[in-house]
């Protein structure tokens, strides 16, 4: 089953367009959503959970749409936005009590369980938590009523390296279960390179592609060269070069790459600054 | 709906402005029963209703401060859920309010021969009319601006000197604003959300 499938949504506002959005995450994955700020990753997000009604297109969530009954799809999404809306008199005690009338299978053990693991003190106001705490309470609450699918718009942004490594550690954790699937959207690329599956890289509103991380590496490389080797390569091989002191560094599709030269990887966020880049000559 | 308006009643029973208001309630009570001329006006109960009627505005605008708005949508709650909480929330405080005037005529009011019914209608009056054009207000164009407009539709309340049963017309009337109020908020606060002026 997929976990999501979007297809053409659109979202207009006045000076920005979001789509049209096709996009598909199967169960047990985690899809990393790429894009710089004001890309849509938000609004995106907003869509799918019916936060914001779209203009057009269709939102499957967990196998239903989600112009059904959101409220019953919600009770198996959890869900951590940038910034975690509790209100700052809140202690973590508090939400847990709230959110047990929010939530049908909310788990007061796992949620104290967390809230543990996190070193989360129950009886502090939330006013007072430091933006790494207030993301670790945001964590547990998505995390303690059994999800099946979490929705993390720049969740991990702002966040010591320490506090990423967890909760990356906490994503694959989650992921291990085949009905669980992940969608973790940033702007900072080396997070999604580590835990994601698919990639998908969305600019001014557009989704300029969606796929395996895997079979992106495998297509995409990165040739070290000589200025002449790389003028052999035939027209179109290139997506972008840089001179550098020893010659030249470039990402090339393999496929069109003659033999006997060798190829390194290529790391996401250079592939995503150079599609971004062709974008915008494009536009 | 239960959990917002637990975590809403929680941050009321915080609130000062409403424990100012039961004071406020009480002392005037037992204040005004005392003066000559029985009986006196119920408009005497205006002062403490409209400050009890701070503490959910404040409720409100926090919401929108902490980004409570767009994080109790993220969870099995909807925009209708969000408004309908805020309306009982409103009901939820007229009842407290009820009960305390109940109370002191029970233990004072009702010794010194002042009337139950014009105090009860006029509560609900001032409570209900004023959350009926301020909430449509509010979630329309934002906490912002909505006081002054409700300032001007009190005064026409505030002037009526009416008998029991004018009280209980503007009662009535009040009631069918309320009713009248909830969708148009619910519509309204969706709209604000399609064009993205939340957020």
């Known amino acids: 089953m997929n976990a999501i499938e979007i297809q053409k949504l659109k979202k207009s506002y006045k000076g920005f367009t979001l789509g049209p959005l096709d996009l598909t995450l199967p169960s047990g994955c985690i899809l990393g959503l790429i894009g710089e700020n004001g890309a849509g990753k938000s609004t995106a997000i907003k869509l799918m959970l019916d936060i914001v009604p779209p203009d057009q297109g269709s939102v499957c969530l967990l196998g239903q749409d989600n112009q059904g009954d959101i409220r019953a799809l919600k009770e198996d999404i959890g869900v951590v936005l940038d910034e975690v809306g509790l209100p700052g008199y809140l202690t973590p005690r508090e939400v847990g009590k709230i959110m047990r009338s929010v939530f049908r299978n909310w788990d007061g053990a796992v949620y104290e369980g967390y809230l543990r693991r996190f070193n989360l003190p129950e009886g502090k106001r939330f006013r007072t938590f430091s933006k790494g705490m207030k993301m670790k309470l945001g964590f547990a609450i998505a995390l303690s009523h059994h999800p099946k699918l979490l929705l993390l718009d720049e969740a991990t942004s702002g966040l010591d390296p320490v506090v990423r490594d967890e909760v990356m550690d906490l994503l694959m954790e989650f992921t291990r279960q085949e009905d669980h699937a992940v969608l973790l959207s940033s702007h900072i690329v080396s997070d999604l390179e580590k835990a994601c599956d698919y990639i998908a890289f969305l600019r001014q509103g557009k989704l300029l592609l969606c796929q395996e991380k895997d079979l992106l590496k495998a297509r995409y490389g990165v040739l070290r060269c000589a200025r002449e080797d790389l003028d052999r390569l035939e027209t179109g091989a290139v997506l972008s070069k840089r001179e550098t002191a020893y010659g030249v560094e470039a990402i090339v599709e393999r496929d069109r790459v003659p033999a006997g030269l060798e190829l390194g990887a290529v790391d996401i966020e250079q592939l995503f600054v150079v599609m971004a880049k062709q974008g915008a000559k494009g536009a | ?199």
Do not use: N
């Open chain 2, 1 to 199: 709906m239960k959990g917002l308006l637990k975590k809403d009643l929680r941050r009321m029973f915080r609130s000062w402005y409403f424990w100012l208001s039961q004071v406020v309630i009480g002392v005037q009570f037992l204040a005004y029963t005392r003066i000559e001329d029985f009986p006196p006006a119920p408009a005497f109960l205006d002062v403490g209703c409209m400050i009890a009627l701070f503490a959910p505005t404040i409720i409100l605008s926090e919401d929108e401060r902490d980004r409570w708005q767009s994080y109790c949508l993220t969870l099995p709650c909807t925009r209708k859920d969000y408004v309908s909480g805020k309306y009982l929330l409103h009901l939820l405080l007229l009842g407290i309010i009820l009960v305390e005037v109940i109370v002191f005529w029970l233990f004072w009011g009702a010794w010194v021969g002042i009337a139950l019914a014009p105090m009860l209608c006029h509560a609900t009056v001032i409570v209900l009319f004023s959350t009926a054009i301020r909430l449509p207000l509010t979630f329309r164009f934002g906490e912002y601006g909505s006081f002054a407009l409700l300032m001007v539709f009190l005064l026409p309340v505030w002037l009526v000197k009416s008998d029991l049963m004018g009280q209980m017309v503007l009662t009535l009337a009040a009631l069918g604003i309320f009713a009248l109020s909830w969708p148009a908020s619910i519509r309204w606060y969706s709209l604000r959300w399609k064009k993205g002026k939340i957020g």
